[in-house]
């Protein structure tokens, strides 16, 4: 369902300047609840402060080895020396985590061959129409679980029609249902993974939300990647987009791991040369704020930051999924995360129909996506119930 978000967004931005009970649940940035962007004052501060030099000249096309040894750093937290010990790494700098995963499309697989994605997922076709690639879909859900079942057999489908098949998780807080994989469902993954030895697999991780995953150790799963065998490439798409709340700026970058360097080697300059054959280099400004919160120092303040976001975002989740489950409205399971998804029978029509009453959100398959990432905890009273009466559910 290929609808266009940013649109929906437009669309509600417009409604408000007319009506005044306008909510606005449509888009994934993150909005505090004087309905302020960003939330980060720490991110705004270094942005200003930075120099010409830090924003006006050609960056290295890569990033540079600072911002690519820092980004290992952040990504792989205190499991770092444990990753790099056991695979090889590299990494390529993508104007967001958007770049990570059109580049990979690009670059792994031929136009023609599919893509395993969930059957609930965020825009992933978009990258795959413009590669000319065709979508795979597995179940996602098994009841509260993930379908370990369905990921399976449908990767092996796929596995006996082409030899190299491009795998997508989308994980922690999962775009769009909030749902966070516990560390053995993610194991299993990797096991099923790692059985498809006669093919080349490509592990494309899309950890967009990993700084506003509420596990107790939200870097765990990444280090169960040493797991990998040397037919799985593991391709992490960072992004700085939802890291930083700097939505358009557009940072990002690709992490590379094998247990062959040969893989890591052959890689690099691909997503090189895709970068200069396209985007051509991602802002300087990106990869500088990204060095500038590579610091101790300056990392701590973003933290502090970061916690209040997360703390007000898991406030207002837990006000919708409560009163949803008093009323019986039915929502995908839960963890955390920008998003919870509603269940309705037609959510092509619903969403419109929600529209009519100045609720903006978005379609996705089985229900409609409600972004409580950029409504207040006030908007929040009784939203549920308002969507209930109006979809008559
Ligand atoms: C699941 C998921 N992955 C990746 C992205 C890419 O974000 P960006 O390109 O802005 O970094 C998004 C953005 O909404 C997302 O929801």
């Not at 994605?117 to 825009?123: E, F, N, P, T």
């Not at 994989?181 to 498809?196: D, K, M, P, R, V």
Request: glycine share 6%.
């Amino acid at each position: 369902m290929a609808v266009d978000i940013l649109k929906i967004s437009k669309d509600a931005q417009e409604a408000a300047k007319i009506y005044d009970d306008v909510i606005n649940a449509s888009i994934g940035m993150f909005y505090d609840e004087n309905k302020n962007i960003g939330g980060m004052p720490t991110v705004s501060k270094a942005i200003r402060n930075l120099t010409d030099e830090e924003i006006l000249p050609y960056p290295a096309v890569d990033g540079g080895s600072l911002f690519k040894n820092n980004l290992y750093s952040w990504v792989f937290g205190q499991y770092e020396s444990e990753i790099r010990s056991k695979l090889f790494v590299g990494a390529c700098a993508t104007p967001g985590g958007s770049g990570a995963i059109a580049s990979t499309f690009a670059l792994l697989a031929k136009p023609g061959e599919s893509v395993l994605v969930s059957d609930i997922r965020w825009q992933y076709e978009r990258f795959a129409d413009r590669a000319k690639l065709n979508i795979h879909e597995h179940h996602l859900f098994d009841g509260d679980h993930f379908n370990l079942k369905s990921f399976k057999e449908e990767l092996e489908k796929l596995c006996k029609i082409q030899k190299r098949v491009i795998v997508i998780i989308n994980d922690p807080c999962h775009n769009p249902t909030g749902f966070t994989l516990s560390e053995t469902e993610f194991q299993e993954i990797i096991h099923i993974l790692n059985a498809q030895t006669d093919n080349d697999i490509v592990f494309l991780y899309d950890l967009a939300y990993l700084e506003y995953s509420h596990e107790s150790d939200n870097r765990k799963k990444i280090a169960s990647l040493t797991q990998i065998k040397p037919h799985v490439l593991t391709i992490i798409a960072f992004s700085g987009s939802k890291t930083f709340g700097i939505y358009g700026l557009r940072m990002g970058a690709a992490i590379y791991l094998s247990p062959l360097e040969k893989k890591i080697k052959e890689v690099h300059p691909m997503f090189v040369n895709e970068a200069r054959g396209s985007w051509s280099a991602t802002p300087t400004i990106t990869i500088e704020l990204f060095n500038h919160f590579a610091s101790a120092e300056n990392r701590a303040g973003f933290l502090k930051d970061l916690a209040k976001i997360n703390t007000l975002v898991q406030e207002r989740s837990q006000s919708f999924i409560s009163q949803a489950k008093e009323i019986g409205l039915k929502t995908h399971p839960f963890r955390s995360g920008f998003y919870t998804v509603v269940l309705t029978p037609n959510p092509e029509k619903d969403y419109l129909k929600l529209a009519e009453h100045h609720i903006y959100a978005v379609p996705m398959n089985g229900g409609i996506r409600i972004a409580l990432c950029s409504i207040s905890k006030k908007e929040i009273i009784g939203l549920p119930q308002k969507i209930k009466t109006i979809l008559s559910l």
